[in-house]
C-alpha cells in the first residue's frame, strides 16, 4: 500500500473512532472508567481470502516477520531462518545459526534475528540480498523480545535478568550497544516491544508476579515516560496510532485483547475472546487486529473491537505476520498460509458515510474561500 493512501487510512481510522458514541459500563454496581463502543457500523463479513500453502518443513515455526521484499521465517528446532520472497511467496534460502532463534524483526534489507545457545545468547543481523550473516551482537542474557526502529538504525531486545528488565539498545551504524532500565519487579519478564512509526517512542509490555503493565519509553532520552496498568499477563502488544492493543491471557476469562488509549494512558475498551491466544499483529491500515489462538486466527476489527472472522487453519497456527495485501499464518508442522487481504477501510468508510447522522449533515459541496 502505498504511504500517503496508508497515512489517509490512519486518519480516518482515527476519526471514526472519535466519532463513535460511548456509553459507560457498570460492573459489581459501581460506573466503570471503562467504555465499550457502540457500533455504528459493523463489518459484518470478512475479507481474507486463503491463497496457498507452503510448506517450510524445517520443524514447527517459533516466528515470523515481513518486510518490504522477504518474509523470515524462523525455525526453532533447525537453528536457521528460511527466507521466502514476499511476492511469490517462493522459498529462495535457509541461513543456519549459532544457537536457536527465539525473535526475528524485518526492515527492508535486513533480518535481526535472537539466538539461544548453551555457549551464548546473541543477535545476527542478515542481509537478504546476500542470505549472509554479516553481524553478530553478544549479549549478557536471553531475549524474550525483539524490535527494529523504522529506519533499521536500533534494534531493541527485551531481557529480564533476575528481577530486572531491560532493553539492550543495538546501533546498528555505529555498531554500539547500549543499555535503558524499565524497570524491576518479582519474577518480571518483557513480553513484547514496539516501536512507533517516528522511531521515538518505544511501548513494552511487562508483566510480573502482581500484573502487568504497558511501560512507555523515550528512545531519544533512554527514560521511562509513563506506565500503564493493564491486570492480566501480556501475551503481546500492537501500535496502532493513538492506541496500543494487548493481547492478555490469564485462566479467569482466557484471551482478551485490551484497547490503550495512548492520550489518556487507560484501557478503555476490552474484548473477551476466551481460549488460549498467543499473538497478535495489526495491518499497516490499522483496520484489523489478527489474534493466534489454539486452532483459528481471530480476525478483529480495531474500529468496533468485535471479531468479523475467523480463520481455521490446517495445523495448530504459531504466529502472523502481514504487509497489509497479504496475511502470513506459520503453525507448528512447519508451513506457512498464506491469505489474500482485501483492505476494509474503504468499505466502513463508505457505510458510514450512507448511515451516520453525523455524516449526512455535512454540506457535500464546498465553495473555495476567496482571499
Not at 459500563?25 to 457500533?39: E, F, Q, T
Not at 531475549?143 to 539498545?169: F, M
Request: overall charge negative; hydrophobic content about 45%; glycine content about 6%.
Amino acid at each position: 500500500m502505498h504511504t500517503i493512501q496508508a497515512e489517509v487510512f490512519r486518519e480516518m481510522a482515527n476519526f471514526l473512532r472519535s466519532l463513535m458514541p460511548m456509553r459507560q459500563v457498570v460492573r459489581n454496581g459501581k460506573n466503570d472508567s471503562s467504555v465499550i463502543h457502540d457500533a455504528r457500523v459493523a463489518v459484518s463479513e470478512g475479507n481474507t481470502a486463503s491463497q496457498r500453502r507452503l510448506i517450510v518443513g524445517r520443524g514447527p515455526v517459533g516466528d515470523i516477520a515481513v518486510g518490504r521484499a522477504a518474509v523470515v521465517v524462523a525455525n526453532p528446532l533447525d537453528d536457521s531462518v528460511s527466507i521466502l520472497t514476499n511476492e511469490t511467496q517462493a522459498l529462495i534460502d535457509t541461513v543456519a545459526l549459532d544457537g536457536e532463534p527465539v525473535a526475528v524483526a524485518v526492515t527492508d534489507d535486513r533480518a535481526y534475528v535472537a539466538t539461544a545457545s548453551v555457549g551464548r545468547d546473541a543477535v545476527s543481523a542478515i542481509d537478504l540480498e546476500s542470505r549472509r550473516i554479516v553481524a553478530t551482537y553478544t549479549l549478557s542474557s536471553g531475549v524474550t523480545a525483539l524490535a527494529v526502529s523504522p529506519d533499521g538504525k536500533r534494534v531493541y531486545a527485551g531481557r529480564s535478568e533476575g528481577d530486572r528488565v531491560d532493553l539492550t539498545v543495538i546501533d546498528t551504524t555505529a555498531e554500539r550497544i547500549g543499555t535503558i532500565a524499565v524497570g524491576s519487579a518479582p519474577a518480571a519478564n518483557i513480553d513484547a516491544v514496539r516501536v512507533d512509526p517516528s522511531g521515538k517512542r518505544l511501548y513494552v509490555a511487562v508483566t510480573d508476579d502482581i500484573g502487568s503493565q504497558l511501560v512507555v519509553v523515550d528512545a531519544e532520552t533512554t527514560r521511562v515516560k509513563r506506565v500503564i496498568p493493564v491486570g492480566s499477563p501480556i501475551r503481546d502488544i500492537a501500535y496502532a496510532g493513538d492506541a496500543v492493543y494487548a493481547l492478555t491471557s490469564d485462566r479467569a476469562v482466557g484471551g482478551a485483547v485490551a484497547a490503550i488509549d495512548l492520550a489518556t494512558g487507560a484501557v478503555t475498551d476490552t474484548l473477551t475472546l476466551g481460549g488460549a491466544p498467543t499473538q497478535l499483529a495489526v495491518s499497516p491500515d490499522e483496520a484489523r487486529a489478527y489474534v493466534v489462538d489454539y486452532d483459528r486466527v481471530a480476525v478483529v476489527c480495531t474500529l468496533t473491537l468485535e471479531v468479523i472472522e475467523s480463520l481455521p487453519a490446517d495445523a495448530r497456527p504459531s504466529c502472523v505476520a502481514t504487509n497489509g495485501s497479504r496475511l502470513f499464518v506459520a503453525d507448528y508442522s512447519g508451513a506457512v498460509d498464506v491469505h489474500a487481504v482485501e483492505s476494509t477501510i474503504e468499505k466502513v468508510y463508505s457505510q458510514f458515510l450512507t448511515t451516520d447522522p453525523i455524516a449526512l449533515s455535512v454540506p457535500r459541496d464546498r465553495q473555495p474561500v476567496a482571499v
